[in-house]
């Protein structure tokens, strides 16, 4: 039987990048400034969420969706323990968080009373790349312990970031860490990526990470 | 990475375009993939064997069109291709790059029966 050829030519993530549109529009609608914090297992996502929550004025108030391959609520405690809301998501061994998680994630959000949400994609620095959640910004931390070779051989999550941190820096004199090669790596994939060096543990470097952030959801706030 | 929400998306969109056209059997499907995107060809496939059972897309040859990944260099203006991963301009070493091909990630054509 002969066949028919139906031109298509649609985008495979279609589907998941429309319900990222609707995300954007509540978040807009209720005047949030969203944040997807990626990285890879043990960078130090949760505790540099925890950090810049301590050391947001108190002005700006926050909320936190975590996403989790396991029904675990450890890290949503560590946030509801300073005081803030947190939503956990648990992804069902899906190793990302999509749209749709997240759409669910945000219904539990107390949208009207926040202007910061920092969600926290599950710990993988190959699947999130691909899922648009309809945050504002995207960022990576990459972690010293990690190694300068990252950018190179995770090309795609690199690509699509607004913000580098780059964490555990406290551990640079004990780490073979070639800091020109990464920078160089990372150029490559994203010219002038703004990137924040860091340091959980002592502190360092935190200010300017938070400033930036601060700016970003006063700017916002004010349309 | 994630071929399983992959196929099952090429899947909704297939099965979507063929019941606006009033198929009856969906025979093959034209994916156009970059290389700079991380998609296990043969991964899809045992997906798609599985999840199109019983579907109009059932039997339907899955047709992978890679498209190389290119750089533009934005000092040079020199278009080149790369193999594997990014690396700078080989004509002037700038890192200052855009890349012009290899994202592509689209279902392009059916084909079916009526």
């Not at chain 1, 926290?120 to 899922?131: Q, T």
């Not at chain 1, 004990?174 to 543990?201: A, H, W």
């Not at chain 2, 899955?62 to 700078?88: K, M, W």
Request: glycine share 6%; with cysteine.
């Amino acid at each position: 039987m002969p066949t028919i050829r139906v031109p298509i030519v649609e985008k495979i993530m279609e589907a998941n990048d429309q319900l990222a549109k609707g995300i954007r529009l509540r978040l807009d609608q209720a005047g949030i400034f969203g944040i997807n914090i990626m990285a890879s297992p043990g960078s130090g996502k949760t505790s540099l969420i925890l950090q810049t929550l301590l050391k947001l004025p108190p002005d700006i108030r926050s909320a936190v969706i975590e996403g989790d391959t396991a029904p675990v609520t450890i890290d949503a405690e560590k946030i509801i323990q300073i005081g803030v809301p947190a939503v956990q998501i648990n992804t069902g061994g899906e190793c990302h968080l999509d749209a749709v998680m997240m759409s669910r994630g945000l219904d539990e959000v107390p949208l009207n009373s926040i202007e910061l949400l920092i969600v926290e994609n599950v710990g993988n620095l190959i699947c999130p790349a691909a899922f648009n959640l309809g945050t504002h910004a995207n960022i990576l931390i990459a972690s010293i312990p990690e190694g300068d070779d990252k950018p190179y051989k995770y090309p795609n999550i690199y690509r699509s970031l607004d913000v580098l941190i780059i964490n555990k820096t406290d551990l640079m004199p004990y780490i073979d860490f070639d800091m020109e090669y990464f920078r160089q790596g990372v150029e490559l994939l994203n010219p002038r990526l703004i990137t924040f060096p860091v340091s959980c543990k002592t502190g360092e470097g935190m200010d300017a990470w938070v400033d930036w952030l601060v700016k970003k959801v006063r700017t916002n706030r004010n349309g | 990475m994630h071929e399983l929400s992959v196929t099952e998306n090429i899947l909704n969109i297939a099965s979507k375009h063929a019941n606006q056209s009033k198929a009856i059997r969906v025979t093959d499907i034209h994916l156009v993939i970059g290389t700079l995107s991380s998609i296990i060809d043969d991964s899809v496939q045992f997906y798609w064997d599985i999840l199109t059972k019983e579907t109009i897309c059932e039997g339907a040859n899955l047709h992978f069109e890679r498209v190389p990944a290119e750089l533009l260099c934005l000092d040079c203006n020199l278009t080149y291709a790369i193999q594997s991963g990014l690396s700078p301009c080989p004509n002037c070493g700038s890192v200052r790059v855009n890349v012009v091909a290899g994202e592509e990630f689209w279902l392009e054509s059916i084909e079916i029966e009526t």
